[in-house]
């Protein structure tokens, strides 16, 4: 039964279309965004338009920017040689927010799962590759995530990068701040214990 008259369902069906947002969440910004005023719905929906319009991918490292060339990759303070592939422009986000990375990124756009399809063809690895045959790149940085599929691209990436005859290195991953030894995972504690560091 519809409680909602047809804009509004229409409006909560969009917003429940986005990734981690169910119908309850989706209505209350739906009721949110009803009761903002006009100049700000309209400022809202303009942004998104323009966001969608503008934002193109970066012609060297694939991560989201205004201009043909990013931010991060058009800075000549940054380490050109070091490149960290990254699955996604949100972890290019989290590790930029460190503060401690000086070098510049490749951003894959997902990482290989032949369950859902998406094969090394459908990421930016061949691109990766034909950066790292015209620049004098000295190390590559795999950071995907420590999932199975991350983990296969890994592999795949460090076959490829290790043939161009370049250093290619994977992140360390372990422990999280805070957490019980006996509820982490064998494959977690195992890469903890690889990517130890002397005291």
Same mark, same amino acid.
């Given at each position: 039964?519809?409680?909602? *008259?047809? !804009? &509004?369902? %229409?409006?909560? +069906?969009?917003?429940?279309?986005?990734?981690?947002?169910?119908?309850? @969440?989706?209505?209350?910004?739906?009721?949110?965004?009803?009761?903002?005023?006009?100049?700000?719905?309209?400022?809202? *929906?303009? !942004? &998104?338009? %323009?966001?969608? +319009?503008?934002?193109?991918?970066?012609?060297?490292?694939?991560?989201? @920017?205004?201009?043909?060339?990013?931010?991060?990759?058009?800075?000549?303070?940054?380490?050109?040689?070091?490149?960290?592939?990254?699955?996604?422009?949100?972890?290019?986000?989290?590790?930029?927010?460190?503060?401690?990375?000086?070098?510049?990124?490749?951003?894959?756009?997902?990482?290989?799962?032949?369950?859902?399809?998406?094969?090394?063809?459908?990421?930016?690895?061949?691109?990766?590759?034909?950066?790292?045959?015209?620049?004098?790149?000295?190390?590559?940085?795999?950071?995907?995530?420590?999932?199975?599929?991350?983990?296969?691209?890994?592999?795949?990436?460090?076959?490829?990068?290790?043939?161009?005859?370049?250093?290619?290195?994977?992140?360390?991953?372990?422990?999280?701040?805070?957490?019980?030894?006996?509820?982490?995972?064998?494959?977690?504690?195992?890469?903890?214990?690889?990517?130890?560091?002397?005291?």
């Amino acid at each position: 039964m519809n409680y909602y *008259s047809d !804009s &509004i369902n %229409t409006l909560i +069906q969009e917003l429940s279309g986005l990734p981690g947002i169910g119908p309850k @969440s989706a209505g209350r910004l739906a009721f949110h965004i009803l009761e903002m005023p006009e100049d700000r719905v309209k400022s809202l *929906s303009e !942004s &998104i338009l %323009t966001a969608r +319009q503008k934002i193109r991918l970066c012609r060297e490292c694939f991560n989201l @920017s205004d201009e043909e060339v990013c931010t991060v990759c058009g800075n000549p303070k940054r380490n050109h040689k070091l490149i960290m592939v990254v699955e996604e422009p949100a972890d290019l986000v989290a590790y930029e927010k460190t503060g401690q990375y000086d070098g510049v990124y490749h951003v894959l756009h997902g990482a290989v799962n032949p369950m859902i399809g998406v094969q090394p063809e459908n990421l930016k690895l061949k691109e990766l590759l034909q950066r790292l045959a015209r620049e004098d790149v000295e190390e590559v940085i795999v950071a995907t995530n420590s999932t199975v599929e991350g983990e296969a691209t890994a592999l795949l990436i460090s076959k490829y990068v290790k043939q161009a005859g370049i250093r290619v290195t994977r992140i360390a991953s372990g422990v999280p701040v805070g957490g019980a030894l006996e509820y982490v995972d064998e494959m977690t504690l195992y890469r903890a214990l690889e990517g130890r560091i002397d005291l």
